[in-house]
Antibody, heavy 118, light 112 residues
């Protein structure tokens, strides 16, 4: 069965960077997009972007352009999301999710809490 | 990029049916049949409930159904039971390069 397992919680200072990993298993990693979605405390879901693990091509939401980098290591079926110049309003749970060709996200990781605080 | 508009809360009694609306624009919901619905229980990751407007993932209860009319998509939950009490989010492909995917504002479903 499909599993997406994310790295553990992080606490960062404003201005720092964070890198969250997402290890996939149970399917062909290069056959599906990997999306990243975040959710601030008590708030809704916010789409950040996606990566094609086969080609490395990325699409980022405009509001994260210049601050987010999504990469992958196909040898270990792992996707990464790097967010730089962190601010307090970046405090959120960050999810990876497998995406199909029709843009639905059918499997999700357990989430990684990133706390930005001085 | 504006989120799709959902009612903040919807409630119903056990056994009843409820419908959650998701209003977008002619550029997203109105153009593409790529609307999905997600269920999220507190402290848990979202779960895909409906994709491509009307399709259910394998094994999902047929008490959940989706539809679309114009710029508004809808999720109907029939035969309400306590376990469906959760937050629900719609989403849509937008076709825009700067923001190709958008979620709804979310709806809290309460079973009275």
């Amino acid at each position: 069965q499909v599993h997406l397992v994310q790295s553990g919680a992080e606490v960062k200072k404003p201005g720092a960077s964070v890198k969250v990993s997402c290890k996939a298993s149970g399917y062909t990693f290069t056959g599906y997009y990997m999306h990243w979605v975040r959710q601030a405390p008590g708030q809704g879901l916010e789409w950040m972007g996606r990566i094609n693990p086969n080609t490395g091509d990325t699409n980022y939401a405009q509001m994260f352009q210049g601050r987010v980098t999504m990469t992958r290591d196909t040898s270990i079926s792992t996707a990464y999301m790097d967010l730089s110049r962190l601010r307090s309003d970046d405090t959120a749970v960050y999810y990876c999710a497998r995406g199909s060709s029709s843009w639905d996200l059918d499997y999700w990781g357990q989430g990684t809490l990133v706390t930005v605080s001085s | 990029q504006s989120a799709l508009t959902q009612p903040a809360s919807v409630s119903g009694s056990p056994g009843q049916s409820i419908t959650i609306s998701c209003t977008g624009t002619s550029s997203d919901v109105g153009t593409y049949n790529l609307v999905s619905w997600y269920q999220q229980h507190p402290g848990k990751a979202p779960k895909l409930m409906i994709y491509e407007v009307t399709k259910r993932p394998s094994g999902l209860s047929d008490r959940f159904s989706g539809s679309k009319s114009g710029n508004t998509a809808s999720l109907t939950i029939s035969g309400l039971q306590a376990e469906v009490e959760a937050d629900y989010y719609c989403s849509s492909y937008t076709g825009r390069i700067t923001f190709p995917y958008v979620f709804g504002t979310g709806t809290k479903v309460t079973v009275l």
